[in-house]
């Protein structure tokens, strides 16, 4: 087997701000890469994910120019945390007002993954033409059975009993038939410590879930107060709307993605957004490739998921429109 494909060296944005989108919302952006490269905008999971500084690693420094960017009320962005206007179509608007005011280009590449390659598929059945390539991870469609494999017993709750013991034990008996409006009540709690003790065990749960090898690391990084705030409100606050989207929405809308190239990477033992709706989505947009990775879980960061990543973009860095596929 050749040697997996790991993240590009750490970099330094060229450029970075605050755009005004409206509704008090102000987001954080940051460009980094080649000014002249292929456009590629990357969004961020959760939602309330924010962004990383290793989230500039995917993609060729010297080919791509990159846009990094954090949604509404998460990561640098302000006021954080807040609901506010904070909707799956409020953030569809903003990446396009990104393009057109921040990045200043007609098309780009879209990358995302799990939440990100929800927004992404929104984003690119809305805008399809501003679309050149999609590469997507993870995939989450927001349909309720995935929604339920999340947040009701016997999805990710049989795979982790322990975690999901933990995940219930504050809730009383009589709150249990549905978690996620249970916790929205103690997440929006006048009373602070119940509130973050709320935002730490749904972000906890969270961590608990999207790795194949959670570390002690890994739970700190997710029970940090400020990002376990912004990560259990947002999260929370979408799973109770069905992130604005109709049941199989997405799918239906496949058909708008025809003619745009796409690849998919979707690990097998995903205990956080299954197989089952990236095989869906394969079967709805046929043009996209479908790369399921025997040996990975949900995140990036996943050795065999990590490469696959890398391999798309560096695959796409390159004008191919002439070629017939096939990259894997
Ligand atoms: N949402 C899962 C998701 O988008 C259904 C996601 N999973 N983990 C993350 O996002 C972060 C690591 C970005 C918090």
């Known amino acids: 087997m050749t040697e997996r494909r ?20 102000r987001l954080y952006w940051e460009q980094c890469g080649n000014p ?10 959760g939602p ?3 962004a990383s500084p290793d989230h500039r690693r995917q993609f060729d420094p010297e080919r791509y120019n990159i846009l990094v960017f954090d949604q509404r009320g998460c990561g640098r962005s302000t006021p954080h945390a807040s609901l506010h206007a904070n909707t799956t179509w409020h953030l569809v608007d903003d990446i396009e007002r990104l393009r ?19 927004l992404a598929l929104a984003y690119a059945q809305t805008y399809p ?11 989450f469609l927001f349909d309720q059975y995935e929604v339920d494999w999340l947040y009701k017993d016997g999805g990710a709750a049989a795979v982790f009993p322990d975690k999901w013991e933990e995940f219930i034990g504050p809730i009383p008996e009589h709150e249990r038939g549905d978690l996620v409006a249970a916790y929205q009540r103690r997440l929006a709690a006048q009373d602070p410590d119940v509130q973050l003790s709320a935002a730490k065990a749904w972000s906890k749960w969270e961590g ?3 790795t194949l090898l959670p570390s002690p690391h890994t739970i700190e990084e997710f029970t ?39 690849v998919i990477v979707q690990g097998r033992h995903d205990m956080c957004t299954p197989p089952r709706a990236a095989w869906a989505l394969h079967r709805a947009w046929p043009e996209a490739e479908l790369n399921i990775v025997p040996d990975g879980g949900h995140l990036y960061s996943e050795p065999g998921v990590l490469d696959a990543l890398i391999r798309a973009t560096d695959h796409f860095a390159v004008d191919r429109s002439r070629e017939v596929s096939g990259i894997m």
């Open 48 to 50: 309330g994910g924010g």
């Open 100 to 118: 057109t005011e921040i990045a200043d280009i007609d098309k780009w590449q879209v990358f995302g993954g799990s939440w990100g390659s929800t």
């Open 208 to 210: 608990e879930t999207v």
């Open 129 to 139: 033409e501003r679309v050149t390539e999609l590469v997507l991870r993870g995939i």
């Open 36 to 45: 002249d490269g292929k456009p590629v905008v990357f969004l961020h999971g």
């Open 224 to 262: 940090e107060p400020q990002r376990a705030i912004a990560i259990a409100r947002i999260e929370n606050h979408y799973m109770r709307a069905g992130g604005w989207l109709d049941e199989g929405q997405l799918l239906r809308g496949a058909d708008k993605l025809r003619g745009i190239p796409g």
């Open 6 to 25: 790991t993240l590009y060296p750490p970099i330094e944005p060229r450029r970075s701000g605050m755009l005004e989108v409206g509704d008090g919302h």
